[in-house]
């Protein structure tokens, strides 16, 4: 039996009918035993969103009306700035008259192009002639697509007059006012989104082949929450120069809850496996801050003090209190009540 570092909180043993099954006890039991288990090392990391942009002016003009500002959240195409578009729409309309200008024109060159082909076909017209009209029908052709090109260039331009947001996410700072002229380049809003998160850390050159191996990680959230699987790990294949140090990215899985850029976390990183004795969650007692669980013998029961490691699942490390093979109560509810029930019968006789 392993030794404790503390006093043990007590022992109680009742007697009970010898030899019995664990069918026939009151309440479920099950056997403690050795399970392989990852060995995990725990780093420190900080939590960062993977999109994180500012977004700039892409035409020239006065800011006419901004909709969002700082610790807003803004869903993905919303608007967030719109600019003056007097000087675009202008230059919208101008191509489009163009383009209706070469329209008429390449229906022209078009109609004269056919109506020359027929006769040249008959061998009325000299071939001179027919390659005139073939020219013509060519150039109205291509200046009908150059129209084409300005509109849609045109109406390019006129839509970055009203900037949206590339992505759902929260304004992190604003750079421009109302009223403000700013040209391509210039920019407009920073944020990030909250729907992809990463873990950065930072993992030890002796640590780093066996994380590399095993490309397993757990993020450990600051409240005490469940551990979060890795989605995907990153690494870079460089050290630091200082600290000999590999970054390694931890991608959480998609909307992940709770966590915000800039929070510090614990990353359990697989380096390994190991066997180690478990028993049920649902078999401990917790009194304060003292574990314990319902030991069942052949004909005895006992409450006994335990120190619990880390919780995989329904199951939960022992580092001692415990050995592999013995059985504890998986109800301490009514292992509690028949312990008492028994003392009670004891007391009377």
């Known amino acids: 039996m392993s030794k404790f570092t503390r006093p043990l909180l007590f022992w109680c043993l009742i007697a009970a009918e010898p030899g019995l099954s664990a069918a026939e006890w009151p309440f479920p039991v099950a056997t403690v035993q050795r399970q392989t288990l990852p060995d995990e090392q725990?780093?420190?990391?900080v939590v960062e969103a993977v999109h994180q942009s500012t977004v700039s002016a892409q035409t020239a003009g006065r800011v006419e009306e901004i909709m969002v500002d700082v610790n807003d959240?803004?869903?993905q195409g919303a608007p967030i700035v719109r600019i003056r578009n007097i000087e675009q729409r202008?230059?919208?309309d101008q191509a489009q008259a163009s383009l209706h200008e070469a329209q008429a024109r390449f229906t022209e060159a078009q109609a004269d192009y056919e109506r020359i082909r027929g006769v040249y076909e008959k061998q009325l017209v000299a071939k001179a002639q027919m390659d005139a009209a073939t020219a013509s029908f060519d150039a109205a052709k291509?200046?009908?697509g150059a129209a084409q090109a300005g509109v849609a260039q045109a109406k390019e331009s006129l839509g970055y007059t009203t900037v949206n947001a590339p992505y759902g996410g929260i304004v992190l700072e604003r750079h421009v006012?109302?009223?403000e002229t700013v040209q391509p380049g210039k920019p407009l809003m920073t944020g990030f989104s909250l729907d992809e998160l990463r873990v950065v850390a930072n993992v030890p050159q002796r640590l780093i082949g066996a994380v590399r191996q095993h490309q397993q990680a757990?993020?450990?959230?600051?409240?005490?929450g469940t551990r979060i699987a890795a989605a995907k790990l990153t690494f870079f294949p460089y050290a630091d120069l200082q600290s000999n140090a590999f970054k390694v990215r931890v991608y959480l899985p998609p909307k992940t809850a709770g966590l915000y850029p800039g929070m510090f976390v614990k990353t359990a990183f697989r380096v390994g496996e190991e066997q180690r004795l478990t028993a049920p969650r649902q078999a401990l007692v917790q009194r304060g801050e003292v574990s314990a669980?319902?030991?069942v013998m052949e004909d005895k029961v006992s409450l006994r003090q335990v120190r619990p490691g880390r919780s995989e699942g329904e199951t939960v490390e022992i580092l001692?209190?415990?050995?592999?093979?013995?059985?504890?109560?998986?109800?301490?509810?009514k292992a509690g009540v028949y312990l008492k029930d028994q003392q009670s019968l004891k007391a009377g006789k």
């Open 42 to 45: 725990v780093l420190d990391g």
């Open 73 to 75: 959240f803004v869903p």
């Open 90 to 92: 202008a230059g919208l």
């Open 142 to 144: 291509a200046r009908l």
């Open 177 to 179: 006012h109302l009223g």
């Open 218 to 224: 757990r993020v450990l959230p600051p409240n005490g």
């Open 293 to 295: 669980v319902y030991v």
């Open 320 to 333: 001692a209190g415990l050995e592999p093979g013995e059985s504890v109560a998986l109800d301490p509810i």
